[in-house]
């Protein structure tokens, strides 16, 4: 079945130092693959999403590239702020038309000054 | 504007007893979720609606799991006889759309935390 493996966490860096989060996912059809962030005290909310193959989501400075050749959608900051930390999830959407969305296990991330 | 909202935030129960666990989805949201969270954990989908139609409770974990969302809004999920595994967070997220809409979008809830004791 679909699923979805993430870096374990947690990941510790510096103020302005380079993030990488890495995803790999196994899926069968055409999933949507997503990165969620829990921020300390707050709800699930997505970061950002790719629909298809090659698709590059962005926001608040991070990037994912929907990798269909690797099976991958690797997460990335160039320069993270101690206001990233968070718990970061990769995910997928069923890709046959079914409903379910299946996350990963998390990554936290901690980010010092 | 209101997103997702739940309640309780917190729920304490004894192992055996049953509960209810109450979200209130956007207003106007055709799809709603519920999602269980174990510690450390992603969220594990458990079942889906299209307005008051249940499509998929694929992943409720046992029959003792009944989620119900009778007028197209707001859902209950249940849990008859608790037991200790049921302790985790169980997330509500509803969306515009009909799921497997590429250009749609899941607003989830704060999460409701269980404990079994």
């Known amino acids: 079945g679909n699923s979805v493996t993430q870096m374990e966490g947690p990941v510790t860096l510096s103020e302005e130092a380079f993030l990488t989060i890495n995803c790999t996912y196994t899926?069968?059809?055409?999933?949507?693959l997503f990165w969620y962030v829990q921020y300390p005290g707050e709800g699930l909310q997505l970061l950002l999403k790719a629909t298809k193959a090659d698709d590059k989501g962005s926001n608040k400075g991070f990037e994912a590239t929907y990798r269909k050749e690797t099976t991958s959608f690797h997460l990335e900051k160039g320069s993270v702020q101690v206001s990233d930390s968070a718990v970061y999830f990769c995910a997928l959407s069923d890709g046959t038309g079914g409903f379910k969305t299946i996350f990963g296990a998390g990554t936290r991330l901690f980010v010092k000054a | 504007g209101a997103g997702v909202s739940q309640s309780p935030r917190y729920k304490v129960a004894k192992r055996g007893q049953d509960v209810a666990l109450r979200c209130d989805p956007i207003s106007g949201h055709v799809s709603l979720f519920w999602y269980q969270q174990a510690l450390g954990q992603g969220p594990e989908f458990l079942t889906y609606f299209q307005n008051e139609a249940q499509l998929d409770k694929s992943g409720l974990p046992s029959d003792r799991f009944f989620a119900e969302r009778p007028e197209g809004s707001v859902s209950t999920l249940k849990i008859q006889r608790t037991q200790q595994e049921d302790s985790a967070v169980y997330l509500c997220?509803?969306?515009?759309?009909?799921?497997?809409?590429?250009?749609?979008?899941?607003?989830f809830g704060p999460g409701t935390r269980l404990t079994v004791l």
């Open positions: 899926a069968t059809g055409y999933p949507s």
């Open positions: 997220a509803s969306s515009l759309r009909v799921a497997g809409d590429s250009t749609d979008t899941q607003y």
